[in-house]
C-alpha cells in the first residue's frame, strides 16, 4: 500500500488556490482568464517536477506521462484546474493534485506499473462565458464541434478568438485527439459536491452514472417604448417574455422525475433601463437528468412555454440548444474500484453524479470509473465548498490502489 503526504498535497491545493482573480470573492480561475493560463502552466511544471514527460496539447490539456515497464497500454487519470467564478478550491483540484501525488508515492514505493500511466488536467470543463463545457475532454475525444468556435459572448466576441488569445490555435484543435484503443482504464477522483457521503459517514463514492445536460440559450425579439407613455396593452415586452419562462424551467424540473434538476443561469435585458419597454431579451439555463427521455421532453415544453409567453405578448422567441446524453460508467472498471476500497478497509456506497464532468466524454471512448469524496455541508461551486484532508488522502489511496488493480488487467 502506498503512503500518500498530507503536507504535500496540501501544499499542492494551496499553491493552486493561489492562482486566482483577486477581485472576485472565493477563488476564480475561470477557463480563458489569465488566472487559469497560470494554472495550467502550474500544473505543468509540477508534472515535470515528479519527473512525468508533460506538455500542453493543441486543445489546451496539460498532459502528463508516466512510461510503465511494459508500455504501449495505458491507465489515466486527472481532472481539472479550473473553477467557476467564485468559487472554490477542491472541485477538479483534487484529481489533479491526487493523480500527481500518485505519481510521487508510487515511486517512493518502487512501483512501477506495466502501462504507461497517462495524467491530464483538462482544459476548460467547468461552463465558460460562452456557455460550453468540457471543451478539453470534447477534442481530446474527437467530439469538439467547430460550429463552437462560433458561439458569442454577451460583448459579441467569438469563441475562436478568446481561445486564440489565450494562444490555442482553433485551427488545430482537433490535433489533440487521443489514441483511445490503447487506454485500458481512465479512472477520476473528485469531491462529491452534494452531501450524501457526509450524511452517511462515508469515505468513498463510487459513480454507476453521470447526469445529462440540456443547456439552452433563448433569445427574445421584443419592441423599444417608452414605459411612462406605453399603455400595458400596447407593449411587446421581451424581458417580461424572458420572465415567464424563467419561471417555466422551474416548474418543468419540479414536475420531473426524481433528481431532475432545472436552472436559469443568467438573463440580459437590452435596454438596461427601467423606464423604456424591454427590447431584447437574453436567457441561459440547463436541464439535468440521468432519463435522456426526460431531458427531451423539458426541451419540448420549455419551446412551448417561451413561445407561449412571446407570442401573447408579441414577441419572438429563437432557442438554441446544446445537449448532453447521461453516461453510465463502466462496470468492470468500477468494480475494480470496488475490491481496491474494500481492502484499504474504507467505507462506500454507490451513488450517480449530478454534476458533469470530463469522465462524461471519456467513457465514450474509454472504460472509465469516478471516485468520489466527502463535501463538507455537500457545498460546492461557492467559497464555503470543503474537503476535510484526511478524506482527501483516502480518495488517493483508493485511485492508487484502483489504478494498481487495472494495471494488471492488460487487455
Known amino acids: 500500500m502506498i503512503a500518500p503526504s498530507a503536507d504535500r498535497v496540501r501544499e499542492d491545493l494551496a499553491a493552486l488556490a493561489r492562482l486566482t482573480d483577486s477581485a472576485q470573492p472565493g477563488w476564480t480561475r475561470t477557463a480563458l482568464s489569465e488566472p487559469d493560463v497560470a494554472g495550467r502552466e502550474s500544473v505543468l511544471a509540477r508534472m515535470r517536477e515528479v519527473g512525468l514527460d508533460a506538455r500542453i496539447d493543441p486543445a489546451g490539456n496539460v498532459i502528463g506521462v508516466r512510461r510503465g515497464a511494459r508500455g504501449g497500454r495505458m491507465l489515466m487519470t486527472g481532472s481539472h484546474t479550473d473553477t467557476v467564478p467564485s468559487g472554490g478550491r477542491f472541485d477538479g483540484m483534487v ?3 491526487g493523480a500527481l501525488e500518485v505519481v510521487r508515492a508510487f515511486d517512493e514505493a518502487g512501483i512501477r506499473l506495466d502501462h504507461d500511466l497517462v495524467v491530464v488536467d483538462f482544459f476548460g470543463e467547468e461552463p465558460n462565458r460562452f456557455g460550453l463545457s468540457c471543451v478539453g475532454s ?7 464541434d467547430t460550429a463552437m468556435l462560433d458561439v458569442l459572448d454577451e460583448e459579441g466576441r467569438s469563441f475562436g478568438d478568446a481561445l486564440a488569445a ?6 488545430t484543435m482537433m490535433a489533440s485527439t487521443w489514441p483511445w484503443d490503447r487506454v485500458d482504464a481512465f479512472i477520476e477522483l473528485h469531491i462529491e459536491q452534494g452531501p450524501m457521503l457526509e450524511h452517511a459517514g462515508t469515505s468513498i463514492g463510487l459513480v454507476s452514472s453521470i447526469t445529462g445536460i440540456s ?7 421584443g419592441r423599444r417604448d417608452h414605459a411612462g407613455t406605453t399603455g400595458m396593452d400596447r407593449r411587446a415586452d421581451a424581458g417580461c417574455a424572458a420572465a415567464g419562462t424563467v419561471l417555466a424551467v422551474e416548474r418543468i424540473a419540479r414536475s420531473g422525475p426524481d433528481g431532475a434538476k432545472g436552472t436559469t443561469g443568467g438573463v440580459t ?7 423604456v419597454v424591454t427590447e431584447a431579451a437574453e436567457m441561459r439555463g440547463e436541464f439535468r437528468s440521468i432519463d435522456d427521455e426526460w431531458l427531451r421532453t423539458a426541451e419540448e415544453t420549455l419551446a412551448s412555454c417561451a413561445a407561449e409567453e412571446s407570442a401573447g405578448r408579441g414577441v419572438t422567441v429563437e432557442m438554441e440548444w446544446l445537449p448532453q446524453a447521461p453516461r453510465r460508467l463502466d462496470g468492470s472498471v468500477t468494480e475494480m474500484c470496488r475490491r481496491a476500497v474494500d481492502d484499504l478497509g474504507l467505507s462506500r456506497a454507490e451513488l450517480f453524479s449530478g454534476a458533469e464532468h470530463d469522465a462524461a466524454f471519456i467513457a465514450a471512448r474509454s472504460p472509465t470509473a469516478m471516485l468520489f469524496v466527502p463535501s463538507v455541508g455537500g457545498r460546492s461551486h461557492c467559497p464555503e465548498e470543503w474537503t476535510e484532508l484526511d ?3 483516502d480518495g488517493i489511496r483508493a485511485l492508487a490502489e484502483s489504478l494498481r488493480r487495472a494495471d494488471a488487467v492488460r487487455r
Open 166 to 171: 489565450v494562444g490555442i490555435d482553433p485551427a
Open 269 to 275: 435585458f437590452t435596454p438596461a433601463a427601467v423606464n
Open 138 to 144: 470534447r477534442a481530446l475525444t474527437g467530439v469538439f
Open 95 to 97: 484529481g489533479v493534485v
Open 391 to 393: 478524506d482527501v488522502i
Open 215 to 221: 443547456r439552452f440559450r433563448a433569445l427574445f425579439g
